[in-house]
């Protein structure tokens, strides 16, 4: 081979590597350029027509498409997600804690089908939760804590039969807690969630029965801070797996259900600052007890329960909870630290 040729063919050869490596797909360039022009504080590398090749701050993709989007805590400012819903092949978007972003979520946050992961939590997001999240099937983890969102929360959300972690806490959502029906789903369907952290909103209504079976896996249920009422279920107790409850700081009623105590694995109870009544609980079965809280409610008055001495407590609150009589001096076992 003569060298020009060769050295034609060098240049091609380079060049095809090149026009390779620019292979963002035009879409995804497109959508991310309007950011940049759009949002501020976006990260100062955001440079380039090749956001894979060149490898963008926050940014990770699969076959030329944009996979993952993290812009968290760097103080984004904006007033609308511009067309991320369009990165079609998206599967972790983490917007979390840029208290500038005045967003609403758009119902075309559905067309993110690959999504697994979504965080919003910590900015400032308005507006309704919209029923189409409950089309994110692939959907593992939503996190849209500590914003601004109103109105109720999307029974829609039942259908993510994969999603582990829900936390819709520290919000300004209303309405009851969604359960399923015959023409609806809700968040007892919701077979593999492992945390449901609903607290700080002003949820009213029943916590229903149905919100509960023994084929869930929940560890955490914390709801408290909002406006529920009536009985504590006793379905509740169906559920081994459970480490933590919060139901504290609502306006439950009624006597607590002896099923509760089931709950071996249980090691934080909190139903303080509500309108209990009847007898203080026997939580003799709750072996793992740590922390309990019982104080402000309208127990029948009661002499010190056994289980004060018996389980491995480490605080007791009884403030206010009409309980009589002597102490006795075995409940200041070694890893007592508060009562
Ligand atoms: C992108 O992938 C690389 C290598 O797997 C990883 O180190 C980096 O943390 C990822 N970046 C983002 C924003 O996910
Ligand atoms: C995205 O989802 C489509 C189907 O909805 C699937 O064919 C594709 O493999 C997924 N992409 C990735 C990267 O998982
Ligand atoms: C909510 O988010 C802001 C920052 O975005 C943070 O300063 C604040 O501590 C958060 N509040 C809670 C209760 O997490
Ligand atoms: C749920 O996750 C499993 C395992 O990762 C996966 O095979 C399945 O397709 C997912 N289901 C849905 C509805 O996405
Ligand atoms: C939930 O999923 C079922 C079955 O996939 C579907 O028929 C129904 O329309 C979905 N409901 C909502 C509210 O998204
Ligand atoms: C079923 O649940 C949906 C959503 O929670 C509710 O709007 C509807 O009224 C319920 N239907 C029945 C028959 O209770
Ligand atoms: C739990 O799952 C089993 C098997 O799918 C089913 O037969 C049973 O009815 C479910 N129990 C409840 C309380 O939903
Ligand atoms: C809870 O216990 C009561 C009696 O103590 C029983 O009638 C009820 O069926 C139990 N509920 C559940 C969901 O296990
Ligand atoms: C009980 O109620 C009083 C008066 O409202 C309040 O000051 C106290 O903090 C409450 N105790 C607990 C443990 O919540």
Redesign the pocket.
């Known amino acids: 081979m003569d060298f020009r040729i060769r050295l034609w063919v060098v240049i091609i050869i380079c060049s095809q590597i090149m026009l390779i490596a620019a292979v963002t797909d035009p879409n995804d360039v497109a959508v991310l350029n309007a950011l940049k022009s759009s949002w501020k504080n976006l990260p100062r590398k955001w440079k380039g027509s090749d956001p894979c090749g060149r490898k963008w701050?926050?940014?990770?993709c699969t076959n030329s498409c944009v996979t993952?989007?993290?812009l968290a805590g760097i103080g984004v400012r904006t007033n609308s997600i511009g067309d991320i819903p369009s990165l079609s092949m998206l599967q972790?978007l983490d917007l979390s804690n840029n208290k500038g972003i005045r967003a609403v979520l758009p119902p075309t946050i559905q067309n993110l089908k690959n999504l697994t992961t979504l965080i919003l939590v910590g900015c400032s997001f308005r507006g309704p939760i919209p029923d189409s999240v409950g089309s994110l099937k692939q959907l593992v983890f939503l996190g849209l804590n500590n914003n601004s969102f109103i109105g109720s929360i999307p029974p829609s959300i039942g259908n993510l039969s994969n999603l582990s972690w829900l936390d819709l806490s520290q919000n300004q959502l209303t309405g009851s807690i969604p359960v399923s029906n015959a023409t609806s789903p809700g968040l007892d369907n919701l077979l593999k969630a492992k945390h449901f952290h609903l607290a700080n909103n002003r949820l009213s209504g029943l916590i229903l029965p149905k919100l509960f079976n023994s084929n869930m896996s929940l560890i955490h249920v914390i709801v408290n801070n909002n406006q529920l009422s009536g009985l504590i279920p006793s379905t509740i107790g169906t559920i081994k797996s459970l480490e933590v409850i919060r139901l504290d700081s609502n306006s439950l009623t009624g006597t607590v259900p002896q099923n509760l105590s089931d709950l071996k694995s249980v090691t934080e109870l909190y139903l303080s600052n509500n309108k209990l009544s009847g007898p203080v609980p026997n939580l003799l079965g709750m072996s793992s007890l740590f922390y309990v809280d019982l104080s402000n409610n309208s127990f029948d008055k009661s002499d010190i329960p056994t289980w004060f001495t018996r389980l491995p407590l480490n605080t007791i609150l009884m403030e206010n909870t009409q309980l009589q009589g002597e102490i006795p001096s075995d409940v200041f076992h070694p890893q007592l630290e508060s009562l």
């Open positions: 701050e926050g940014i990770n993952t989007l993290i972790y």
